[in-house]
């Protein structure tokens, strides 16, 4: 029996299958009719027998559309819950990887373990991270999105009618899907969820009030009025600092006053929050714009993104790409007010700095075995630093002399969400200042 139980410990354990999910549909509020399409969903797994002998077909996958917060994350996992099927979930900005293979492979292995632990439900978190519309202008981690979306394709197919394994995904731009998501027998069914009403948000704070101890004559209604354009995530925060309110005043139960000073505070966030948002928006925008006004200056960098070997050159304009959204952030924010949007793609600058130093391909020639002398990582770590700064300086060149087109793509993303391949080869060609570079070093 010894063998047994070490076979059993050999046995992989899933990575993507969260523990102990125990939401039911009444720890969600304020759905309304919403609820019976849910339930419907559970009857696919209790009922799947039954759905297929009358020719029903089963949805491959759903779609929850809604912003942030509105509890579809929650409702996922109820689903699960009520079917007492177990439950994977990913974040789709996981997949999105600057290295060929890994996003694809880690959905390969996201549904490899689904069926295994089957019925199951697999949950994506903000789909349109990686089902974004192929061809829309996305940096040069586009080959990779692709690879992604396309093993998403095909892992969706793979459970056409077997009612198994469902897929649930959230978004809140439904409207930027690729297409191909969308066809039957992948995501063709889509739920909305709205932020809630007056009696949704009633609703929800009474949910929440469940689990805490609550004064009696709490007047709910008066929470929920105050509370417009709430969501479920602020409502239940409101509980929770109403708690931390009671306890610091020394009570042992929570009033209205608590609530509604509660309520107070987490509307001042929520405004700070969308002043924020705009702002992040615009970021991102200028992320994206600096990459793909980088990239249009270096038509030989796809090599790079198909993993192939690389020329010295190819790999030196692969490092100011990367460095663009970074070198973007410090001409329109100025130094002191770096943000972290570019911290992913400075890192793989810096490592494809270090694959150049290593793979010898700069003057001083250091070899994958010099990695191991204290020293010459010291060396190889300067050399490195030098190539960096190089980048950067070429990629705040090619953004500054290119600011009339980084301005119009940005001004596009900020207000359109989104900008077609065409789009952006016209404003290239009506602003942009593209000249072949000259090798630098
Ligand atoms: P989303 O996935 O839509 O961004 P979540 O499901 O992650 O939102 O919601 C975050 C938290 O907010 C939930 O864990 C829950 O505590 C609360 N919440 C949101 N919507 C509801 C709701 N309709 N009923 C009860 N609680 C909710």
Redesign the pocket.
């Known amino acids: 029996s010894g063998a047994r139980v070490r076979r059993a410990h050999n046995k992989r354990l899933p990575q993507y299958l969260e523990r102990g999910v125990d939401v039911k549909f009444s ?5 309304g009719k919403i609820r019976l399409e849910l339930e419907e969903i559970v009857k696919f797994f209790t009922h799947g027998e039954m759905y297929r002998r009358r020719g029903v077909k089963i949805p491959g996958g759903i779609l929850l559309c ?1 912003p ?7 409702l996922a996992k109820a689903v699960a819950g009520e079917a007492g099927v177990n439950f994977f979930s990913i974040s789709a900005s996981q997949f999105v990887e600057i290295y060929v293979g890994v996003g694809a492979s880690r959905v390969r292995s996201l549904y490899q373990e689904a069926r295994e632990n089957a019925p199951s439900v697999v949950f994506i978190d903000e789909l349109d991270a990686v089902g974004r519309e192929r061809g829309l202008i996305k940096g040069s981690g586009g080959q990779e999105r692709d690879a992604t979306l396309n093993q998403l394709l095909v892992s969706l197919d793979g459970f056409e009618g077997r009612g198994e394994v469902i897929t649930i995904a ?1 978004t809140n731009r439904p409207d930027i899907l690729d297409p191909a998501l969308v066809r039957p027998g992948r995501f063709d069914r889509k739920i909305y969820i709205p932020k ?1 009403g007056l009696i949704g948000r009633m609703e ?1 704070l009474k ?2 009030a469940r689990k805490k101890p609550m004064a009696e004559d709490v007047d709910y209604m008066a929470v929920a009025s105050m509370t417009d354009g709430m ?3 602020e409502l ?1 925060n409101i509980i929770e600092v109403a708690a931390i309110n009671m306890m610091r005043d020394g009570r042992t139960e929570i009033t209205t006053d608590d609530l509604l000073q509660a309520a107070q505070i987490e509307e001042r966030g929520m405004l700070d929050r969308k002043d924020r948002s705009t702002e992040t928006w615009k970021q991102v925008a200028i992320n994206e714009a600096a990459m793909a006004v980088a990239a249009v200056n270096f038509p030989d960098l796809r090599n790079i993104e198909f993993g192939f070997t690389c020329s010295r050159q190819s790999l030196l304009d692969h490092i100011t790409v990367q460095l663009a959204p970074r070198a973007a952030d410090e001409l329109w924010y100025g130094e002191g007010q770096l943000s972290t949007i570019w911290a992913e793609t400075a890192d793989n600058a810096r490592s494809a700095a270090r694959t150049y130093v290593l793979g010898g391909l700069s003057e001083k020639h250091y070899g994958v075995s010099d990695f191991w002398v204290a020293d010459r990582i010291n060396e190889i770590d300067l050399e490195a630093l030098r190539i960096l700064n190089m980048c950067y300086d070429r990629a705040k060149e090619i953004l500054n002399e290119n600011r009339k087109l980084m301005d119009a793509i940005v001004d596009q993303l900020v207000n359109k969400k989104s900008l077609s391949k065409q789009e952006f080869t016209n404003l290239v060609e009506l602003h942009g200042s593209i000249k072949p570079m000259p090798p630098s070093i």
């Open positions: 720890d969600v509020a304020g759905l809604g942030p917060g509105v509890g579809k994350t929650l959230s809630p929800i949910v929440h969501v479920g995530a239940a």
